[in-house]
């Protein structure tokens, strides 16, 4: 019985490693076919730059970097040399660079973030005499979501480029976008005879492009200035070209069959259909035509646009397109569905022979539509390997298992985490790192690599961070050691208190495990109302506790040190975070005192509310990366001239509250942001508060209609066309701010007279799912 049992578990392990080698092989034909053919001498050289760039001249000379392509892909050995120096080969330059990182990190201690890409090392440093190896579990690690060059990338300049891609090869990622394409767009429709009024009428204003790209919405915020489009062309390329010196391969822009309306009139014969509307967009911004994939203009449009972004990007051989994002294709039968996704694969491949289709996989999470016979018609009509599906939030809701690892075609696992980059400490650590280990053995897993797909980015990071280790191990991290060593690296001093910190989040913010839609929509950033259902899937006292030993650690952490910096990044988040779960449930307290029509206790809680607003405020005010004076001066200085500057910080205003002519997705990109919270959030709270007290001590029902009508007349619509100046440079000292507003309101806490409600009324999720029919959006 004993040596049944043992046979029987040798053929399992044997299996697994057929399976594990059958994805292996299966990824390392695709990234082959995608590797950009940069020479290993500019690989090398690249690199070179990239580490003088992240630890300084002096101690940039103590490394040594070699391409070996002898060596597994995506694989690195690091060595001390005689000469004293650290040498790290690397398959490729961004694999050495995944290795440069580990070293920083595991062996020196040291790591870099989004809001800190550099390294300050000693002089006298001694270099730790180690000898390891290191391959990638998974051939191909992405970033990027089509929505994040809105929300996040949307006013940078090269210099923030070259630090994000410094650390994206640090990470070890070697996929992401190059979505711009307007100027090409620009002359393929003059040539082919729309007018420039026809074609300003189409494209919508910069900090809604990712939009129109898709066929969502038309002429939003703009015009576009010609001059715009120009340097973003021209930044595009630098950006490409940063990238691909390092080894990294890049999707570009393919035709997905929408086009302005007035191409109707050159093309009269041509068979079009009406895209869907989006959002409820009006007339003047929805709505572009949709060119039948059996039509002959399908392919002249694709092939002639394919052409000139080869010529203007080169080409790694990959391209993405989403022909129905959040949008139902008119037709919901398999011959037409099949038909679409031919011509669209067809376009590529007509133009380049090796070309593969990037598709994100978020248009099949529309179940109604999407049955499991036309997801299968349209991933089978494009050959095995040519399609690379982005399951764009693995973490909630995996569509690979629904579709039998997508038919066959390779996928990729994704996190997407955020929605529009709003705040808000949300993550599902545990699921991630279950999740990618079970997506890689399921039976006929078609899995070849591991994503991070935001929306928007500059927050959660650790959540990130852990995504991306998890996709290069093969093995399960063990979280507990995992979260130590992050809070180890983050701040460079080992301190009971910051571990403790960094593991009571992961137990409680860090661990949801539910399939509601969490979209960054708390209380105090949404319009305001007497039926808001605020929801928390953790106890919220531990965020006190936390924030807590956060506070108590400040001698620790070097004054004097960048690290500091992160510190007090980290003190502002935490801070911000208890602020804004209170705020929820002194919500809960005063819909309640409301209800019971309570008047003392109800206005009471309302002074309470925005005695919080205010030192919400306050604490954003001190945080450098919570300044909404910064993201509407980079909005400014992105305009090609002065009398542009107008329109672009409308575009900014306008995507953080209203999104849209009149509010069509209403606070969906809102963010927690000193001076919004004062001069948009904290002003329709109180206009609220206000007419509810009114309505209280009138004994009439509060008018929900008419508030709607005033707050949106008076404080929404009007904030996308102010020009306000605000601070763009941290006011008030973190800790001092912090510390002042853990003693006012834990004493506030105790007040059992007021507050009858420790959690949040009918809120609290712990363990509870539902599943949902429709199962969630994204914009």
């Given at each position: 019985?004993?040596?049944?049992?043992?046979?029987?578990?040798?053929?399992?392990?044997?299996?697994?490693?057929?399976?594990?080698?059958?994805?292996?092989?299966?990824?390392?034909?695709?990234?082959?076919?995608?590797?950009?053919?940069?020479?290993?001498?500019?690989?090398?050289?690249?690199?070179?730059?990239?580490?003088?760039?992240?630890?300084?001249?002096?101690?940039?000379?103590?490394?040594?970097?070699?391409?070996?392509?002898?060596?597994?892909?995506?694989?690195?050995?690091?060595?001390?040399?005689?000469?004293?120096?650290?040498?790290?080969?690397?398959?490729?330059?961004?694999?050495?660079?995944?290795?440069?990182?580990?070293?920083l990190k595991q062996v020196l201690h040291k790591d870099l973030e989004w809001f800190k890409t550099s390294i300050e090392l000693p002089d006298n440093l001694q270099l730790p005499n180690v000898t390891l190896r290191s391959a990638s579990a998974s051939p191909i690690i992405y970033y990027q979501n089509v929505c994040t060059w809105s929300y996040s990338f949307v006013w940078w300049n090269l210099e923030q480029w070259r630090r994000h891609i410094d650390w994206m090869a640090l990470m070890g990622i070697n996929l992401s976008l190059a979505p711009n394409q307007e100027a090409i767009w620009q002359d393929v429709y003059t040539e082919l005879g729309l007018s420039q009024t026809e074609i300003d009428a189409h494209f919508a204003g910069p900090a809604f492009q990712t939009w129109q790209r898709m066929g969502n919405i038309r002429g939003w915020a703009g015009p576009l200035p010609p001059a715009h489009r120009r340097l973003q062309q021209r930044l595009q390329q630098h950006i490409l070209q940063a990238q691909r010196e390092l080894g990294m391969s890049v999707a570009l822009p393919a035709f997905a069959g929408h086009?302005?309306?007035?191409?109707?009139?050159?093309?009269?014969?041509?068979?079009?259909?009406?895209?869907?509307?989006?959002?409820?967009?009006?007339?003047?911004?929805?709505?572009?035509?949709?060119?039948?994939?059996?039509?002959?203009?399908?392919?002249?449009?694709?092939?002639?646009?394919?052409?000139?972004?080869?010529?203007?990007?080169?080409?790694?051989?990959?391209?993405?397109?989403?022909?129905?994002?959040?949008?139902?294709?008119?037709?919901?039968?398999?011959?037409?569905?099949?038909?679409?996704?031919?011509?669209?694969?067809?376009?590529?491949?007509?133009?380049?022979?090796?070309?593969?289709?990037?598709?994100?996989?978020?248009?099949?999470?529309?179940?109604?539509?999407?049955?499991?016979?036309?997801?299968?018609?349209?991933?089978?009509?494009?050959?095995?390997?040519?399609?690379?599906?982005?399951?764009?939030?693995?973490?909630?809701?995996?569509?690979?298992?629904?579709?039998?690892?997508?038919?066959?075609?390779?996928?990729?696992?994704?996190?997407?985490?955020?929605?529009?980059?709003?705040?808000?400490?949300?993550?599902?650590?545990?699921?991630?790192?279950?999740?990618?280990?079970?997506?890689?053995?399921?039976?006929?897993?078609?899995?070849?690599?591991?994503?991070?797909?935001?929306?928007?980015?500059?927050?959660?990071?650790?959540?990130?961070?852990?995504?991306?280790?998890?996709?290069?191990?093969?093995?399960?991290?063990?979280?507990?050691?995992?979260?130590?060593?992050?809070?180890?690296?983050?701040?460079?001093?080992?301190?009971?208190?910051?571990?403790?910190?960094?593991?009571?989040?992961?137990?409680?913010?860090?661990?949801?495990?539910?399939?509601?839609?969490?979209?960054?929509?708390?209380?105090?950033?949404?319009?305001?109302?007497?039926?808001?259902?605020?929801?928390?899937?953790?106890?919220?006292?531990?965020?006190?506790?936390?924030?807590?030993?956060?506070?108590?650690?400040?001698?620790?952490?070097?004054?004097?040190?960048?690290?500091?910096?992160?510190?007090?990044?980290?003190?502002?988040?935490?801070?911000?975070?208890?602020?804004?779960?209170?705020?929820?449930?002194?919500?809960?307290?005063?819909?309640?005192?409301?209800?019971?029509?309570?008047?003392?206790?109800?206005?009471?809680?309302?002074?309470?509310?925005?005695?919080?607003?205010?030192?919400?405020?306050?604490?954003?005010?001190?945080?450098?990366?919570?300044?909404?004076?910064?993201?509407?001066?980079?909005?400014?200085?992105?305009?090609?001239?002065?009398?542009?500057?107008?329109?672009?910080?409308?575009?900014?205003?306008?995507?953080?509250?209203?999104?849209?002519?009149?509010?069509?997705?209403?606070?969906?990109?809102?963010?927690?942001?000193?001076?919004?919270?004062?001069?948009?959030?904290?002003?329709?709270?109180?206009?609220?508060?206000?007419?509810?007290?009114?309505?209280?001590?009138?004994?009439?029902?509060?008018?929900?209609?008419?508030?709607?009508?005033?707050?949106?007349?008076?404080?929404?619509?009007?904030?996308?066309?102010?020009?306000?100046?605000?601070?763009?440079?941290?006011?008030?000292?973190?800790?001092?701010?912090?510390?002042?507003?853990?003693?006012?309101?834990?004493?506030?806490?105790?007040?059992?007279?007021?507050?009858?409600?420790?959690?949040?009324?009918?809120?609290?999720?712990?363990?509870?799912?539902?599943?949902?029919?429709?199962?969630?959006?994204?914009?």
């Amino acid at each position: 019985m004993v040596g049944c049992v043992n046979k029987l578990l040798l053929i399992l392990a044997l299996l697994h490693q057929l399976r594990d080698g059958h994805c292996q092989q299966f990824g390392a034909e695709l990234l082959r076919r995608i590797t950009p053919a940069t020479s290993p001498d500019v690989q090398e050289e690249a690199v070179r730059q990239l580490i003088r760039r992240v630890v300084g001249n002096t101690a940039g000379n103590w490394f040594d970097v070699e391409v070996n392509k002898l060596l597994d892909s995506r694989s690195y050995q690091i060595s001390l040399q005689q000469s004293g120096k650290v040498l790290i080969v690397g398959s490729d330059g961004v694999s050495i660079c995944k290795g440069f990182h580990h070293y920083l990190k595991q062996v020196l201690h040291k790591d870099l973030e989004w809001f800190k890409t550099s390294i300050e090392l000693p002089d006298n440093l001694q270099l730790p005499n180690v000898t390891l190896r290191s391959a990638s579990a998974s051939p191909i690690i992405y970033y990027q979501n089509v929505c994040t060059w809105s929300y996040s990338f949307v006013w940078w300049n090269l210099e923030q480029w070259r630090r994000h891609i410094d650390w994206m090869a640090l990470m070890g990622i070697n996929l992401s976008l190059a979505p711009n394409q307007e100027a090409i767009w620009q002359d393929v429709y003059t040539e082919l005879g729309l007018s420039q009024t026809e074609i300003d009428a189409h494209f919508a204003g910069p900090a809604f492009q990712t939009w129109q790209r898709m066929g969502n919405i038309r002429g939003w915020a703009g015009p576009l200035p010609p001059a715009h489009r120009r340097l973003q062309q021209r930044l595009q390329q630098h950006i490409l070209q940063a990238q691909r010196e390092l080894g990294m391969s890049v999707a570009l822009p393919a035709f997905a069959g929408h086009v302005p309306q007035p191409l109707q009139r050159v093309f009269p014969n041509a068979s079009y259909s009406l895209a869907q509307r989006w959002n409820n967009f009006p007339d003047p911004y929805c709505c572009n035509l949709f060119v039948e994939p059996n039509d002959a203009l399908f392919q002249q449009l694709a092939t002639m646009f394919l052409r000139r972004v080869v010529q203007t990007y080169g080409s790694n051989h990959i391209y993405f397109c989403d022909p129905f994002n959040e949008m139902q294709p008119r037709l919901a039968e398999p011959d037409y569905i099949r038909a679409t996704s031919q011509a669209i694969y067809n376009s590529m491949r007509t133009v380049d022979g090796e070309a593969v289709w990037l598709l994100q996989g978020w248009m099949f999470l529309e179940v109604d539509y999407w049955r499991d016979n036309l997801i299968e018609a349209f991933l089978t009509a494009v050959p095995r390997g040519r399609i690379l599906v982005l399951d764009l939030q693995s973490e909630q809701f995996p569509q690979y298992q629904r579709t039998y690892s997508y038919y066959g075609q390779p996928f990729v696992w994704c996190m997407l985490n955020n929605f529009g980059g709003t705040l808000g400490m949300f993550g599902s650590a545990r699921l991630i790192n279950s999740g990618i280990g079970a997506a890689r053995t399921m039976p006929n897993s078609s899995m070849v690599g591991v994503g991070i797909t935001p929306e928007g980015i500059n927050q959660n990071y650790v959540i990130f961070s852990l995504t991306l280790d998890r996709g290069w191990s093969k093995d399960e991290l063990q979280l507990s050691d995992w979260f130590d060593h992050f809070a180890l690296t983050r701040y460079g001093v080992s301190d009971s208190r910051l571990t403790q910190y960094w593991q009571m989040l992961r137990g409680s913010v860090y661990d949801f495990q539910g399939l509601q839609r969490m979209r960054g929509k708390y209380v105090m950033n949404r319009r305001p109302g007497l039926n808001l259902k605020p929801w928390i899937w953790y106890n919220a006292s531990i965020i006190n506790e936390a924030w807590q030993l956060l506070l108590a650690a400040k001698e620790i952490v070097p004054l004097e040190d960048d690290r500091y910096a992160i510190y007090e990044h980290d003190l502002v988040d935490i801070t911000r975070q208890f602020l804004q779960v209170s705020i929820d449930r002194i919500y809960v307290n005063l819909r309640s005192a409301y209800r019971k029509t309570q008047s003392d206790r109800f206005q009471y809680l309302a002074g309470k509310m925005l005695q919080m607003m205010d030192d919400m405020e306050r604490i954003l005010a001190s945080g450098a990366h919570f300044l909404l004076g910064t993201w509407l001066e980079d909005a400014k200085q992105l305009a090609p001239s002065a009398d542009q500057r107008i329109v672009y910080e409308f575009n900014a205003r306008n995507q953080l509250t209203i999104w849209g002519p009149n509010g069509q997705i209403l606070d969906y990109a809102t963010k927690q942001w000193s001076g919004l919270v004062r001069d948009y959030y904290q002003p329709r709270w109180s206009m609220f508060l206000d007419a509810a007290t009114l309505a209280l001590e009138s004994n009439v029902p509060f008018n929900a209609t008419n508030f709607k009508l005033r707050v949106a007349n008076e404080i929404e619509l009007p904030f996308s066309n102010l020009t306000k100046l605000y601070p763009t440079k941290p006011v008030g000292n973190t800790w001092h701010i912090s510390q002042q507003i853990y003693i006012k309101w834990n004493a506030f806490a105790k007040d059992s007279q007021f507050l009858h409600n420790n959690r949040l009324e009918l809120g609290v999720r712990e363990g509870k799912t539902w599943h949902r029919k429709r199962q969630t959006k994204q914009h």
